[in-house]
Structures are given as structure tokens and as C-alpha cells.
């Protein structure tokens, strides 16, 4: 679930395998075709099917950065989920959750950014809130 203030993305193209659903907050001063630095998204991954457990997974899809820092990876749950939680900063700064069942890794990619930063993650998090995998 996601507020009436955001809208989808049906042009999305975030993972590498493509994107299931992709929903934005477009802030005032963003400016079209550009990075994201005024709003916030959340962009729900195609599932892949994999044999790799989550570390390993991870592991292989966030080896580098093309900041020259390394991507800071922690545990987590949502819903009572355990996730993989990747912070890496490249062209713009994102957060990654991933979680595999069933032999599916599913993942989520989230940014905030601009003068409404610390709202709009509050509101991402309310949406994390919401997300339901399947077993």
C-alpha cells in the first residue's frame, strides 16, 4: 500500500531483471530525465529464482561500489521476515532489501531524497510495513 500522494512508475527499469512495480513521490524542484534529488521511490524487483543462500546472493550482486566505499550490508526483518539491508552510495544513495523462499530471491529498492527526506522515509517505511512475500 502506498499513499495517494505517489504514483507508479510504469517506466521503471531499477533491477537488472526488471521491475515488478515501481511507485514514486515526485517533489517540486525535480526536474525531468535527472537523478533523483527531490522525492523518494520504491521498486519492487522481478523475482529470480536462485540455489545461493542470502549471503552469497547479496554477496554477488553488491561486491564493489562505484563510489570507492563499500556497500554497508546489515540484517533485518519486515513482517517478521528476515532481509538482507544493503546502503550503497554510486550515483545517488540507495537502500536494498533482500529475502529468499521458496527458492525465489525477492528484493526491494528504496531512496529518499531533497527537503522532504526524513518524511518521505518515514512514509517508506510505513510502506515496508505493508509488503506481504509469499511463502
Not at 12 to 41: C, H
Not at 44 to 64: A, E, F, I, R
Amino acid at each position: 500500500k502506498y499513499p495517494p500522494s505517489w504514483s507508479i512508475d510504469s517506466s521503471s527499469q531499477m533491477f537488472e531483471n526488471g521491475d515488478l512495480v515501481a511507485v514514486q513521490f515526485i517533489g517540486q524542484s525535480q526536474t525531468r530525465q535527472t537523478e533523483l534529488f527531490d522525492g523518494a521511490r520504491f521498486v519492487v524487483m522481478v523475482p529470480q529464482s536462485t540455489n545461493l543462500d542470502l549471503n552469497s546472493w547479496v554477496n554477488t550482486k553488491h561486491q564493489g561500489s562505484v563510489s570507492g566505499v563499500p556497500p554497508q550490508i546489515s540484517n533485518t526483518e519486515i513482517n517478521g521476515l528476515s532481509f538482507k539491508k544493503v546502503y550503497e552510495c554510486g550515483l545517488g544513495c540507495f537502500t536494498y532489501y533482500y529475502t529468499i523462499t521458496g527458492g525465489q530471491v525477492y528484493g526491494i529498492l528504496v531512496s529518499a531524497a531533497g527537503s522532504q527526506e526524513v518524511e518521505l522515509n518515514a512514509t517508506i517505511d510505513q510502506i515496508l510495513q505493508t509488503l506481504v512475500i509469499p511463502k
